[in-house]
Nanobody, 121 residues
Framework: QVQLVESGGGLVQAGGSLRLSCAAS????????MGWYRQAPGKRRELVAG???????NYRDSVKGRFTISRDNAKNTAYLQMNSLKPEDTAVYYC???????????????WGQGTQVTVSS
């Protein structure tokens, strides 16, 4: 089974930066799309940014120009560079990966454990 390990969250002042990482480990799998979601208290989980296998990216409007998603296929790792952070970016950030296990013909959605990002004003 593929497991995801997230890192890079923390407390930062408004205007600061953080870089999140999500590393996938396991055996006999390949990765399609990778993405970052977030969930603030009392709110629904929302997509922040996604990146396809061909490196095509998409972002929610509120983070465009501030966040950058990237991936290192050799390391099975996704990154989220977050700049100009705002208090409203405060949330638990979750990594999501579409995994194709060897021998299967459909993707599984794998979720990371979440990492807290807190932006103080």
């Amino acid at each position: 089974q593929v497991q995801l390990v997230e890192s890079g969250g923390g407390l930062v002042q408004a205007g600061g930066s953080l870089r999140l990482s999500c590393a996938a480990s396991g055996s006999s799998f390949s990765i399609n799309a990778m993405g970052w979601y977030r969930q603030a208290p009392g709110k629904r989980r929302e997509l922040v940014a996604g990146i396809g296998s061909g490196a095509v990216t998409n972002y929610r409007d509120s983070v465009k120009g501030r966040f950058t998603i990237s991936r290192d296929n050799a390391k099975n790792t996704a990154y989220l560079q977050m700049n100009s952070l705002k208090p409203e970016d405060t949330a638990v950030y979750y990594c999501n990966v579409q995994v194709l296990y060897s021998g299967r013909h459909y993707y599984d959605d794998i979720w990371g454990q979440g990492t807290q990002v807190t932006v103080s004003s």
